[in-house]
């Protein structure tokens, strides 16, 4: 495995591997060894030519851990805000001997035109692209959903997991629904028509309008961002009537499964996809999503980079 | 292909190693037994089981994983990890024995001293292996010892131990081709 580009790249076995490689990983940082020698002297670039906070840091912050050297590049104060094509961001970076790019960008494809361009010899991982995917915030997920809810097996057999809200811009909620389901775990996405893509029959998820019928049966809601900067049109008559049928307030929160998580990929709007005590609960596993989120991209990078390009894992 | 090392030589040379520890740090009270997974960790079980049942007390026992520490990833496909479990009490000021099933080239066992280092400041470090054949790339030294030995560097030593492959022994092969 050379790129991290979309979920429908990895194998079953090569996402537990990704798991379990995270698992061991939190182990140890949580434990005595907090940085670790493994990516000495190699350089990640983090290209980000969208808004991240979490994704950004993240990837950084696990880079840092295993003692790689990051470079930040954002698209404001850059030159790709003077029009540079991605082609030619490459090969600067290819110049610089960029080991690896993470690329957060607003197109569907970047990553991907990018890793198939072969402008630069690294690897490259998606980090968000447009509405199409982001794998290492489903991989981080679903080891969230994993460590609270797995029933003694080492994927997700028997789990079922509910996505809410905006699912037409969401790219955490395709790769979810490939990932969540390869791992064996049943997936719902509970959305007003207007926030469903088109051709979702054919994906392998039930669909619901009718949030209140599914809450009580599932293990995990991932809650989704209304992403109002992607909204060109009218897809719901107001907030308050989408938070009253679709958000997670307290009173949805009340008919949830005993141990039944609730989780948002962030950043969250309070109020509308979901209320200040459902996100502040003791079911929430917001926080922790951001904590796991290192130990995965951790993983990915440790898989990726560590050892040669030649073989496989 | 041959058997350098049948299953009772290994059990003996076990318990020798378990008196040799006990011997030289007068007693198990100072000791922290660390083993490098997979069979080092294995190893170090059954060492801590039979200064156990010498000493009648129990001894610190745990595993180092050292994979992230080894100077030789970008060689090969990236390895699975295995856990670290260090006793809760640590290992500063302990007399840590490392115990590994092969001394080779001795790059494990450096890789294990940096890891180490992350952990804690022990009081000494001793390294503990089942069979000592030779060809050291490094100024590294066991201090006990199961077996040395005599090989060529083309040939296989193959450790197997009953926890994970059915049975105790350690074959020696010459190299296919």
């Given amino acids: 495995m050379r790129h991290l580009l979309s979920i429908n790249d990895l194998t079953k076995s090569d996402a537990l591997s990704i798991l379990n490689t995270a698992e061991t990983l939190a182990r140890a940082s949580d434990g005595p060894m907090k940085k670790l020698p493994t990516l000495r002297g190699r350089t990640i670039v983090n290209l980000f030519a969208e808004d991240s906070t979490r994704t950004r840091i993240s990837f950084e912050a696990a880079a840092k851990r295993l003692s790689a050297d990051v470079i930040n590049f954002s698209a404001k104060g850059s030159s790709l805000s003077k029009g540079e094509s991605l082609k030619d961001t490459a090969q600067t970076l290819q110049a610089m001997g960029a080991d690896a790019v993470i690329i957060r960008h607003n197109a569907s494809g970047a990553a991907h035109t990018l890793a198939k361009g072969e402008w630069m010899s690294g690897s490259v991982i998606n980090a968000g692209d447009g509405t199409h995917e982001h794998p290492s915030q489903a991989l981080l997920d679903a080891f969230t959903i994993r460590k609270h809810c797995a029933r003694g097996n080492e994927d997700l057999t028997g789990l079922r997991v509910a996505i809410v809200g905006d699912i037409l811009h969401s790219r955490v909620a395709r790769s979810n629904v490939v990932l969540l389901t390869m791992l064996g775990a049943k997936v719902v996405l509970v959305a007003p028509p207007t926030l469903l893509p088109i051709g979702v029959q054919s994906w392998p998820a039930e669909v619901s309008y009718d949030f209140d019928s599914i809450i009580g049966e599932v293990d995990a809601v991932i809650m989704l961002r209304m992403q109002i900067e992607r909204m060109t049109e009218m897809f719901i008559p107001n907030a308050r009537e989408y938070s009253r049928f679709f958000g997670l307030d307290k009173d949805r929160l009340a008919t949830m499964r005993a141990n039944a998580i609730v989780m948002h990929p962030g950043p969250m709007n309070r109020g509308l996809e979901i209320s200040a005590e459902s996100a502040d609960s003791a079911r929430s596993v917001i926080v922790e999503q951001v904590k796991n989120g290192v130990s995965v991209r951790m993983a990915i990078l440790y898989l990726l980079l560590a050892g040669t390009q030649e073989l496989e894992i | ?177």
């Fill in chain 2, 1 to 177: 292909m041959s058997v350098a090392l049948p299953a009772p030589d290994i059990t003996r040379a076990i318990t020798r190693i378990a008196h040799e520890i006990l011997e030289r740090n007068l007693g198990s009270e100072s000791v922290t037994l660390l083993g490098i997974p997979t069979r080092g960790a294995h190893l170090a079980h059954r060492i801590a089981t039979a200064i156990e049942s010498i000493t009648g007390k129990p001894v610190e026992c745990g595993t180092l994983d050292i994979t992230l520490h080894r100077d030789d990833l970008r060689l090969r496909a990236p390895r699975a990890l295995a856990p670290t479990r260090i006793p809760p009490s640590g290992i500063e000021n302990r007399n840590v024995v490392l115990i590994d099933d092969v001394l080779f080239s001795g790059r494990t066992i450096r890789a294990a001293l940096d890891a180490l280092g992350e952990v804690g400041r022990p009081r000494s470090v001793q390294l503990a292996v089942l069979v000592d054949r030779g060809h050291r790339q490094l100024p590294i030294k066991a201090d006990y010892v199961g077996k040395n030995l005599p090989t060529s560097p083309q040939q296989i030593i193959k450790v197997h131990l009953s926890e994970t492959d059915g049975v105790d022994e350690v074959l020696l092969e010459e190299a296919a081709g």
